[in-house]
């Protein structure tokens, strides 16, 4: 069964450091999605992404974010200056319409340790 | 503010029994209702969708939506050791359908 695909599955960095995340959606999937999870706490959204542009954030995609798909099968999201607090799991998903028609599909999560 | 309300548990039950898991949301227009499965460090996992009022059946799982009370529920027939795991709710809340999902609730089936 095609599955989301996330590198690396544990990314330490300093504060204040830039990091990448990496995803590769299932590849016949047209939406695309970052969610986080602080340990503990409850998966939030962070931002959807449709015909190559965010289609909706949440109030935690700041001006530190950003998400980009470089080419036809990955898709990324950038943290600019990393902080303590952006500790999390981060997970990548897909769908192949909005959630309103189909399901998300979850990657297997990156977890963002901040030092 | 868009809410999905979970009791957090621990729920318990015995191996064989049926777990009942519950879960209110606050956005009376929202239309697709998901269970998720997420085992400690793991990712959440699909086990259902719903979209319309009523039952839907999927092997051991059943999902209940009741959309005037606000209400979905699973249900997990003969509950398995391997079934121990935090559940969670969500439905769609954004304008895209985003996701919203609840704080879950952790299940565990004592052999």
């Known amino acids: 069964e095609p599955e989301v695909t996330q590198t690396p599955s544990h990314q330490v960095t300093q504060m204040g450091q830039e990091v990448i995340l990496r995803c590769v959606p299932i590849s016949n999937h047209l939406y695309f999605y970052w969610y986080r999870q602080i340990l503990g706490q409850k998966v939030e959204f962070l931002v959807s992404?449709?015909?190559?542009?965010?289609?909706?954030k949440s109030e935690i995609f700041d001006d530190q974010f950003s998400v980009e798909r470089p080419d036809g099968s990955n898709f990324t999201l950038k943290i600019r200056s990393t902080k303590l607090e952006d500790s999390a799991m981060y997970f990548c998903a897909s769908s192949w319409e909005g959630t309103y028609n189909s399901p998300l599909h979850f990657g297997n999560g990156t977890r963002l340790t901040v030092t | 503010q868009k809410e999905v309300e979970q009791n957090s548990g621990p729920l318990s039950v015995p191996e064989g029994a049926i777990a009942s898991l519950n879960c209110t949301y606050s956005d009376r227009g929202s239309q697709s209702f998901f269970w998720y499965r997420q085992y400690s460090g793991k990712s959440p996992e699909l086990i259902m969708f719903i979209y319309s009022n009523g039952d839907k059946e999927d092997g051991r799982f059943t999902a209940q939506l009741n959309k005037a009370s606000q209400y979905v529920s699973l249900l997990i027939r003969d509950s398995q050791p391997s079934d121990s795991a935090t559940y969670l709710c969500?439905?769609?809340?954004?304008?895209?359908?985003?996701?919203?999902f609840g704080k879950g609730t952790k299940l565990s089936v004592k052999p």
């Open positions: 969500a439905f769609s809340g954004g304008s895209q359908g985003n996701l919203i």
């Open positions: 992404f449709y015909n190559n542009e965010i289609s909706e």
